[in-house]
């Protein structure tokens, strides 16, 4: 299993960035893929997720309502639209695929991508 995260730079507070997630490798109509993000120091924290072949998606308090996780079989690629971002919202974020139903638990996914760096401007 193959992840690739991309998408990620520099914002103003109260703008919008869309990360991708490409996927590879296996089919992906069993995995659920995640979203984490992690700030030098932090432990990396869930974000968002999403089962592949359902419409049922899973936020974390600080994104609900700003992000979204959506997924497209067609190119393999998963993404995090992210809406009125916040400083605080600066990270580097990761994508992540398990076998399992979502959750927010970082062990429960093995399978990684590299991470790609958000930025946001106060």
């Known amino acids: 299993v193959q992840l690739q995260a991309y998408g990620g730079g520099l914002v103003q507070a109260g703008g919008s960035l869309r990360l991708s997630c490409a996927t590879s490798?296996?089919?992906?109509?069993?995995?659920?893929v995640a979203w984490f993000r992690q700030v030098p120091g932090k432990e990396r924290e869930f974000v968002a997720a999403?089962?592949?072949?359902?419409?049922?998606?899973y936020y974390s308090d600080s994104v609900k309502g700003r992000f979204t996780v959506s997924r497209d079989s067609t190119k393999n690629t998963a993404y995090l639209q992210m809406n009125s971002l916040k400083p605080e919202d600066t990270a580097i974020y990761y994508c992540?695929?398990?076998?399992?139903?979502?959750?927010?638990?970082?062990?429960?996914?093995?399978?990684w991508g590299q991470g790609t760096q958000v930025t946001v401007s106060s």
């Open positions: 490798g296996r089919d992906f109509s069993s995995y659920s």
């Open positions: 992540a695929a398990t076998t399992t139903r979502p959750t927010n638990l970082l062990k429960s996914y093995p399978y």
């Open positions: 999403i089962r592949w072949t359902e419409t049922n998606t």
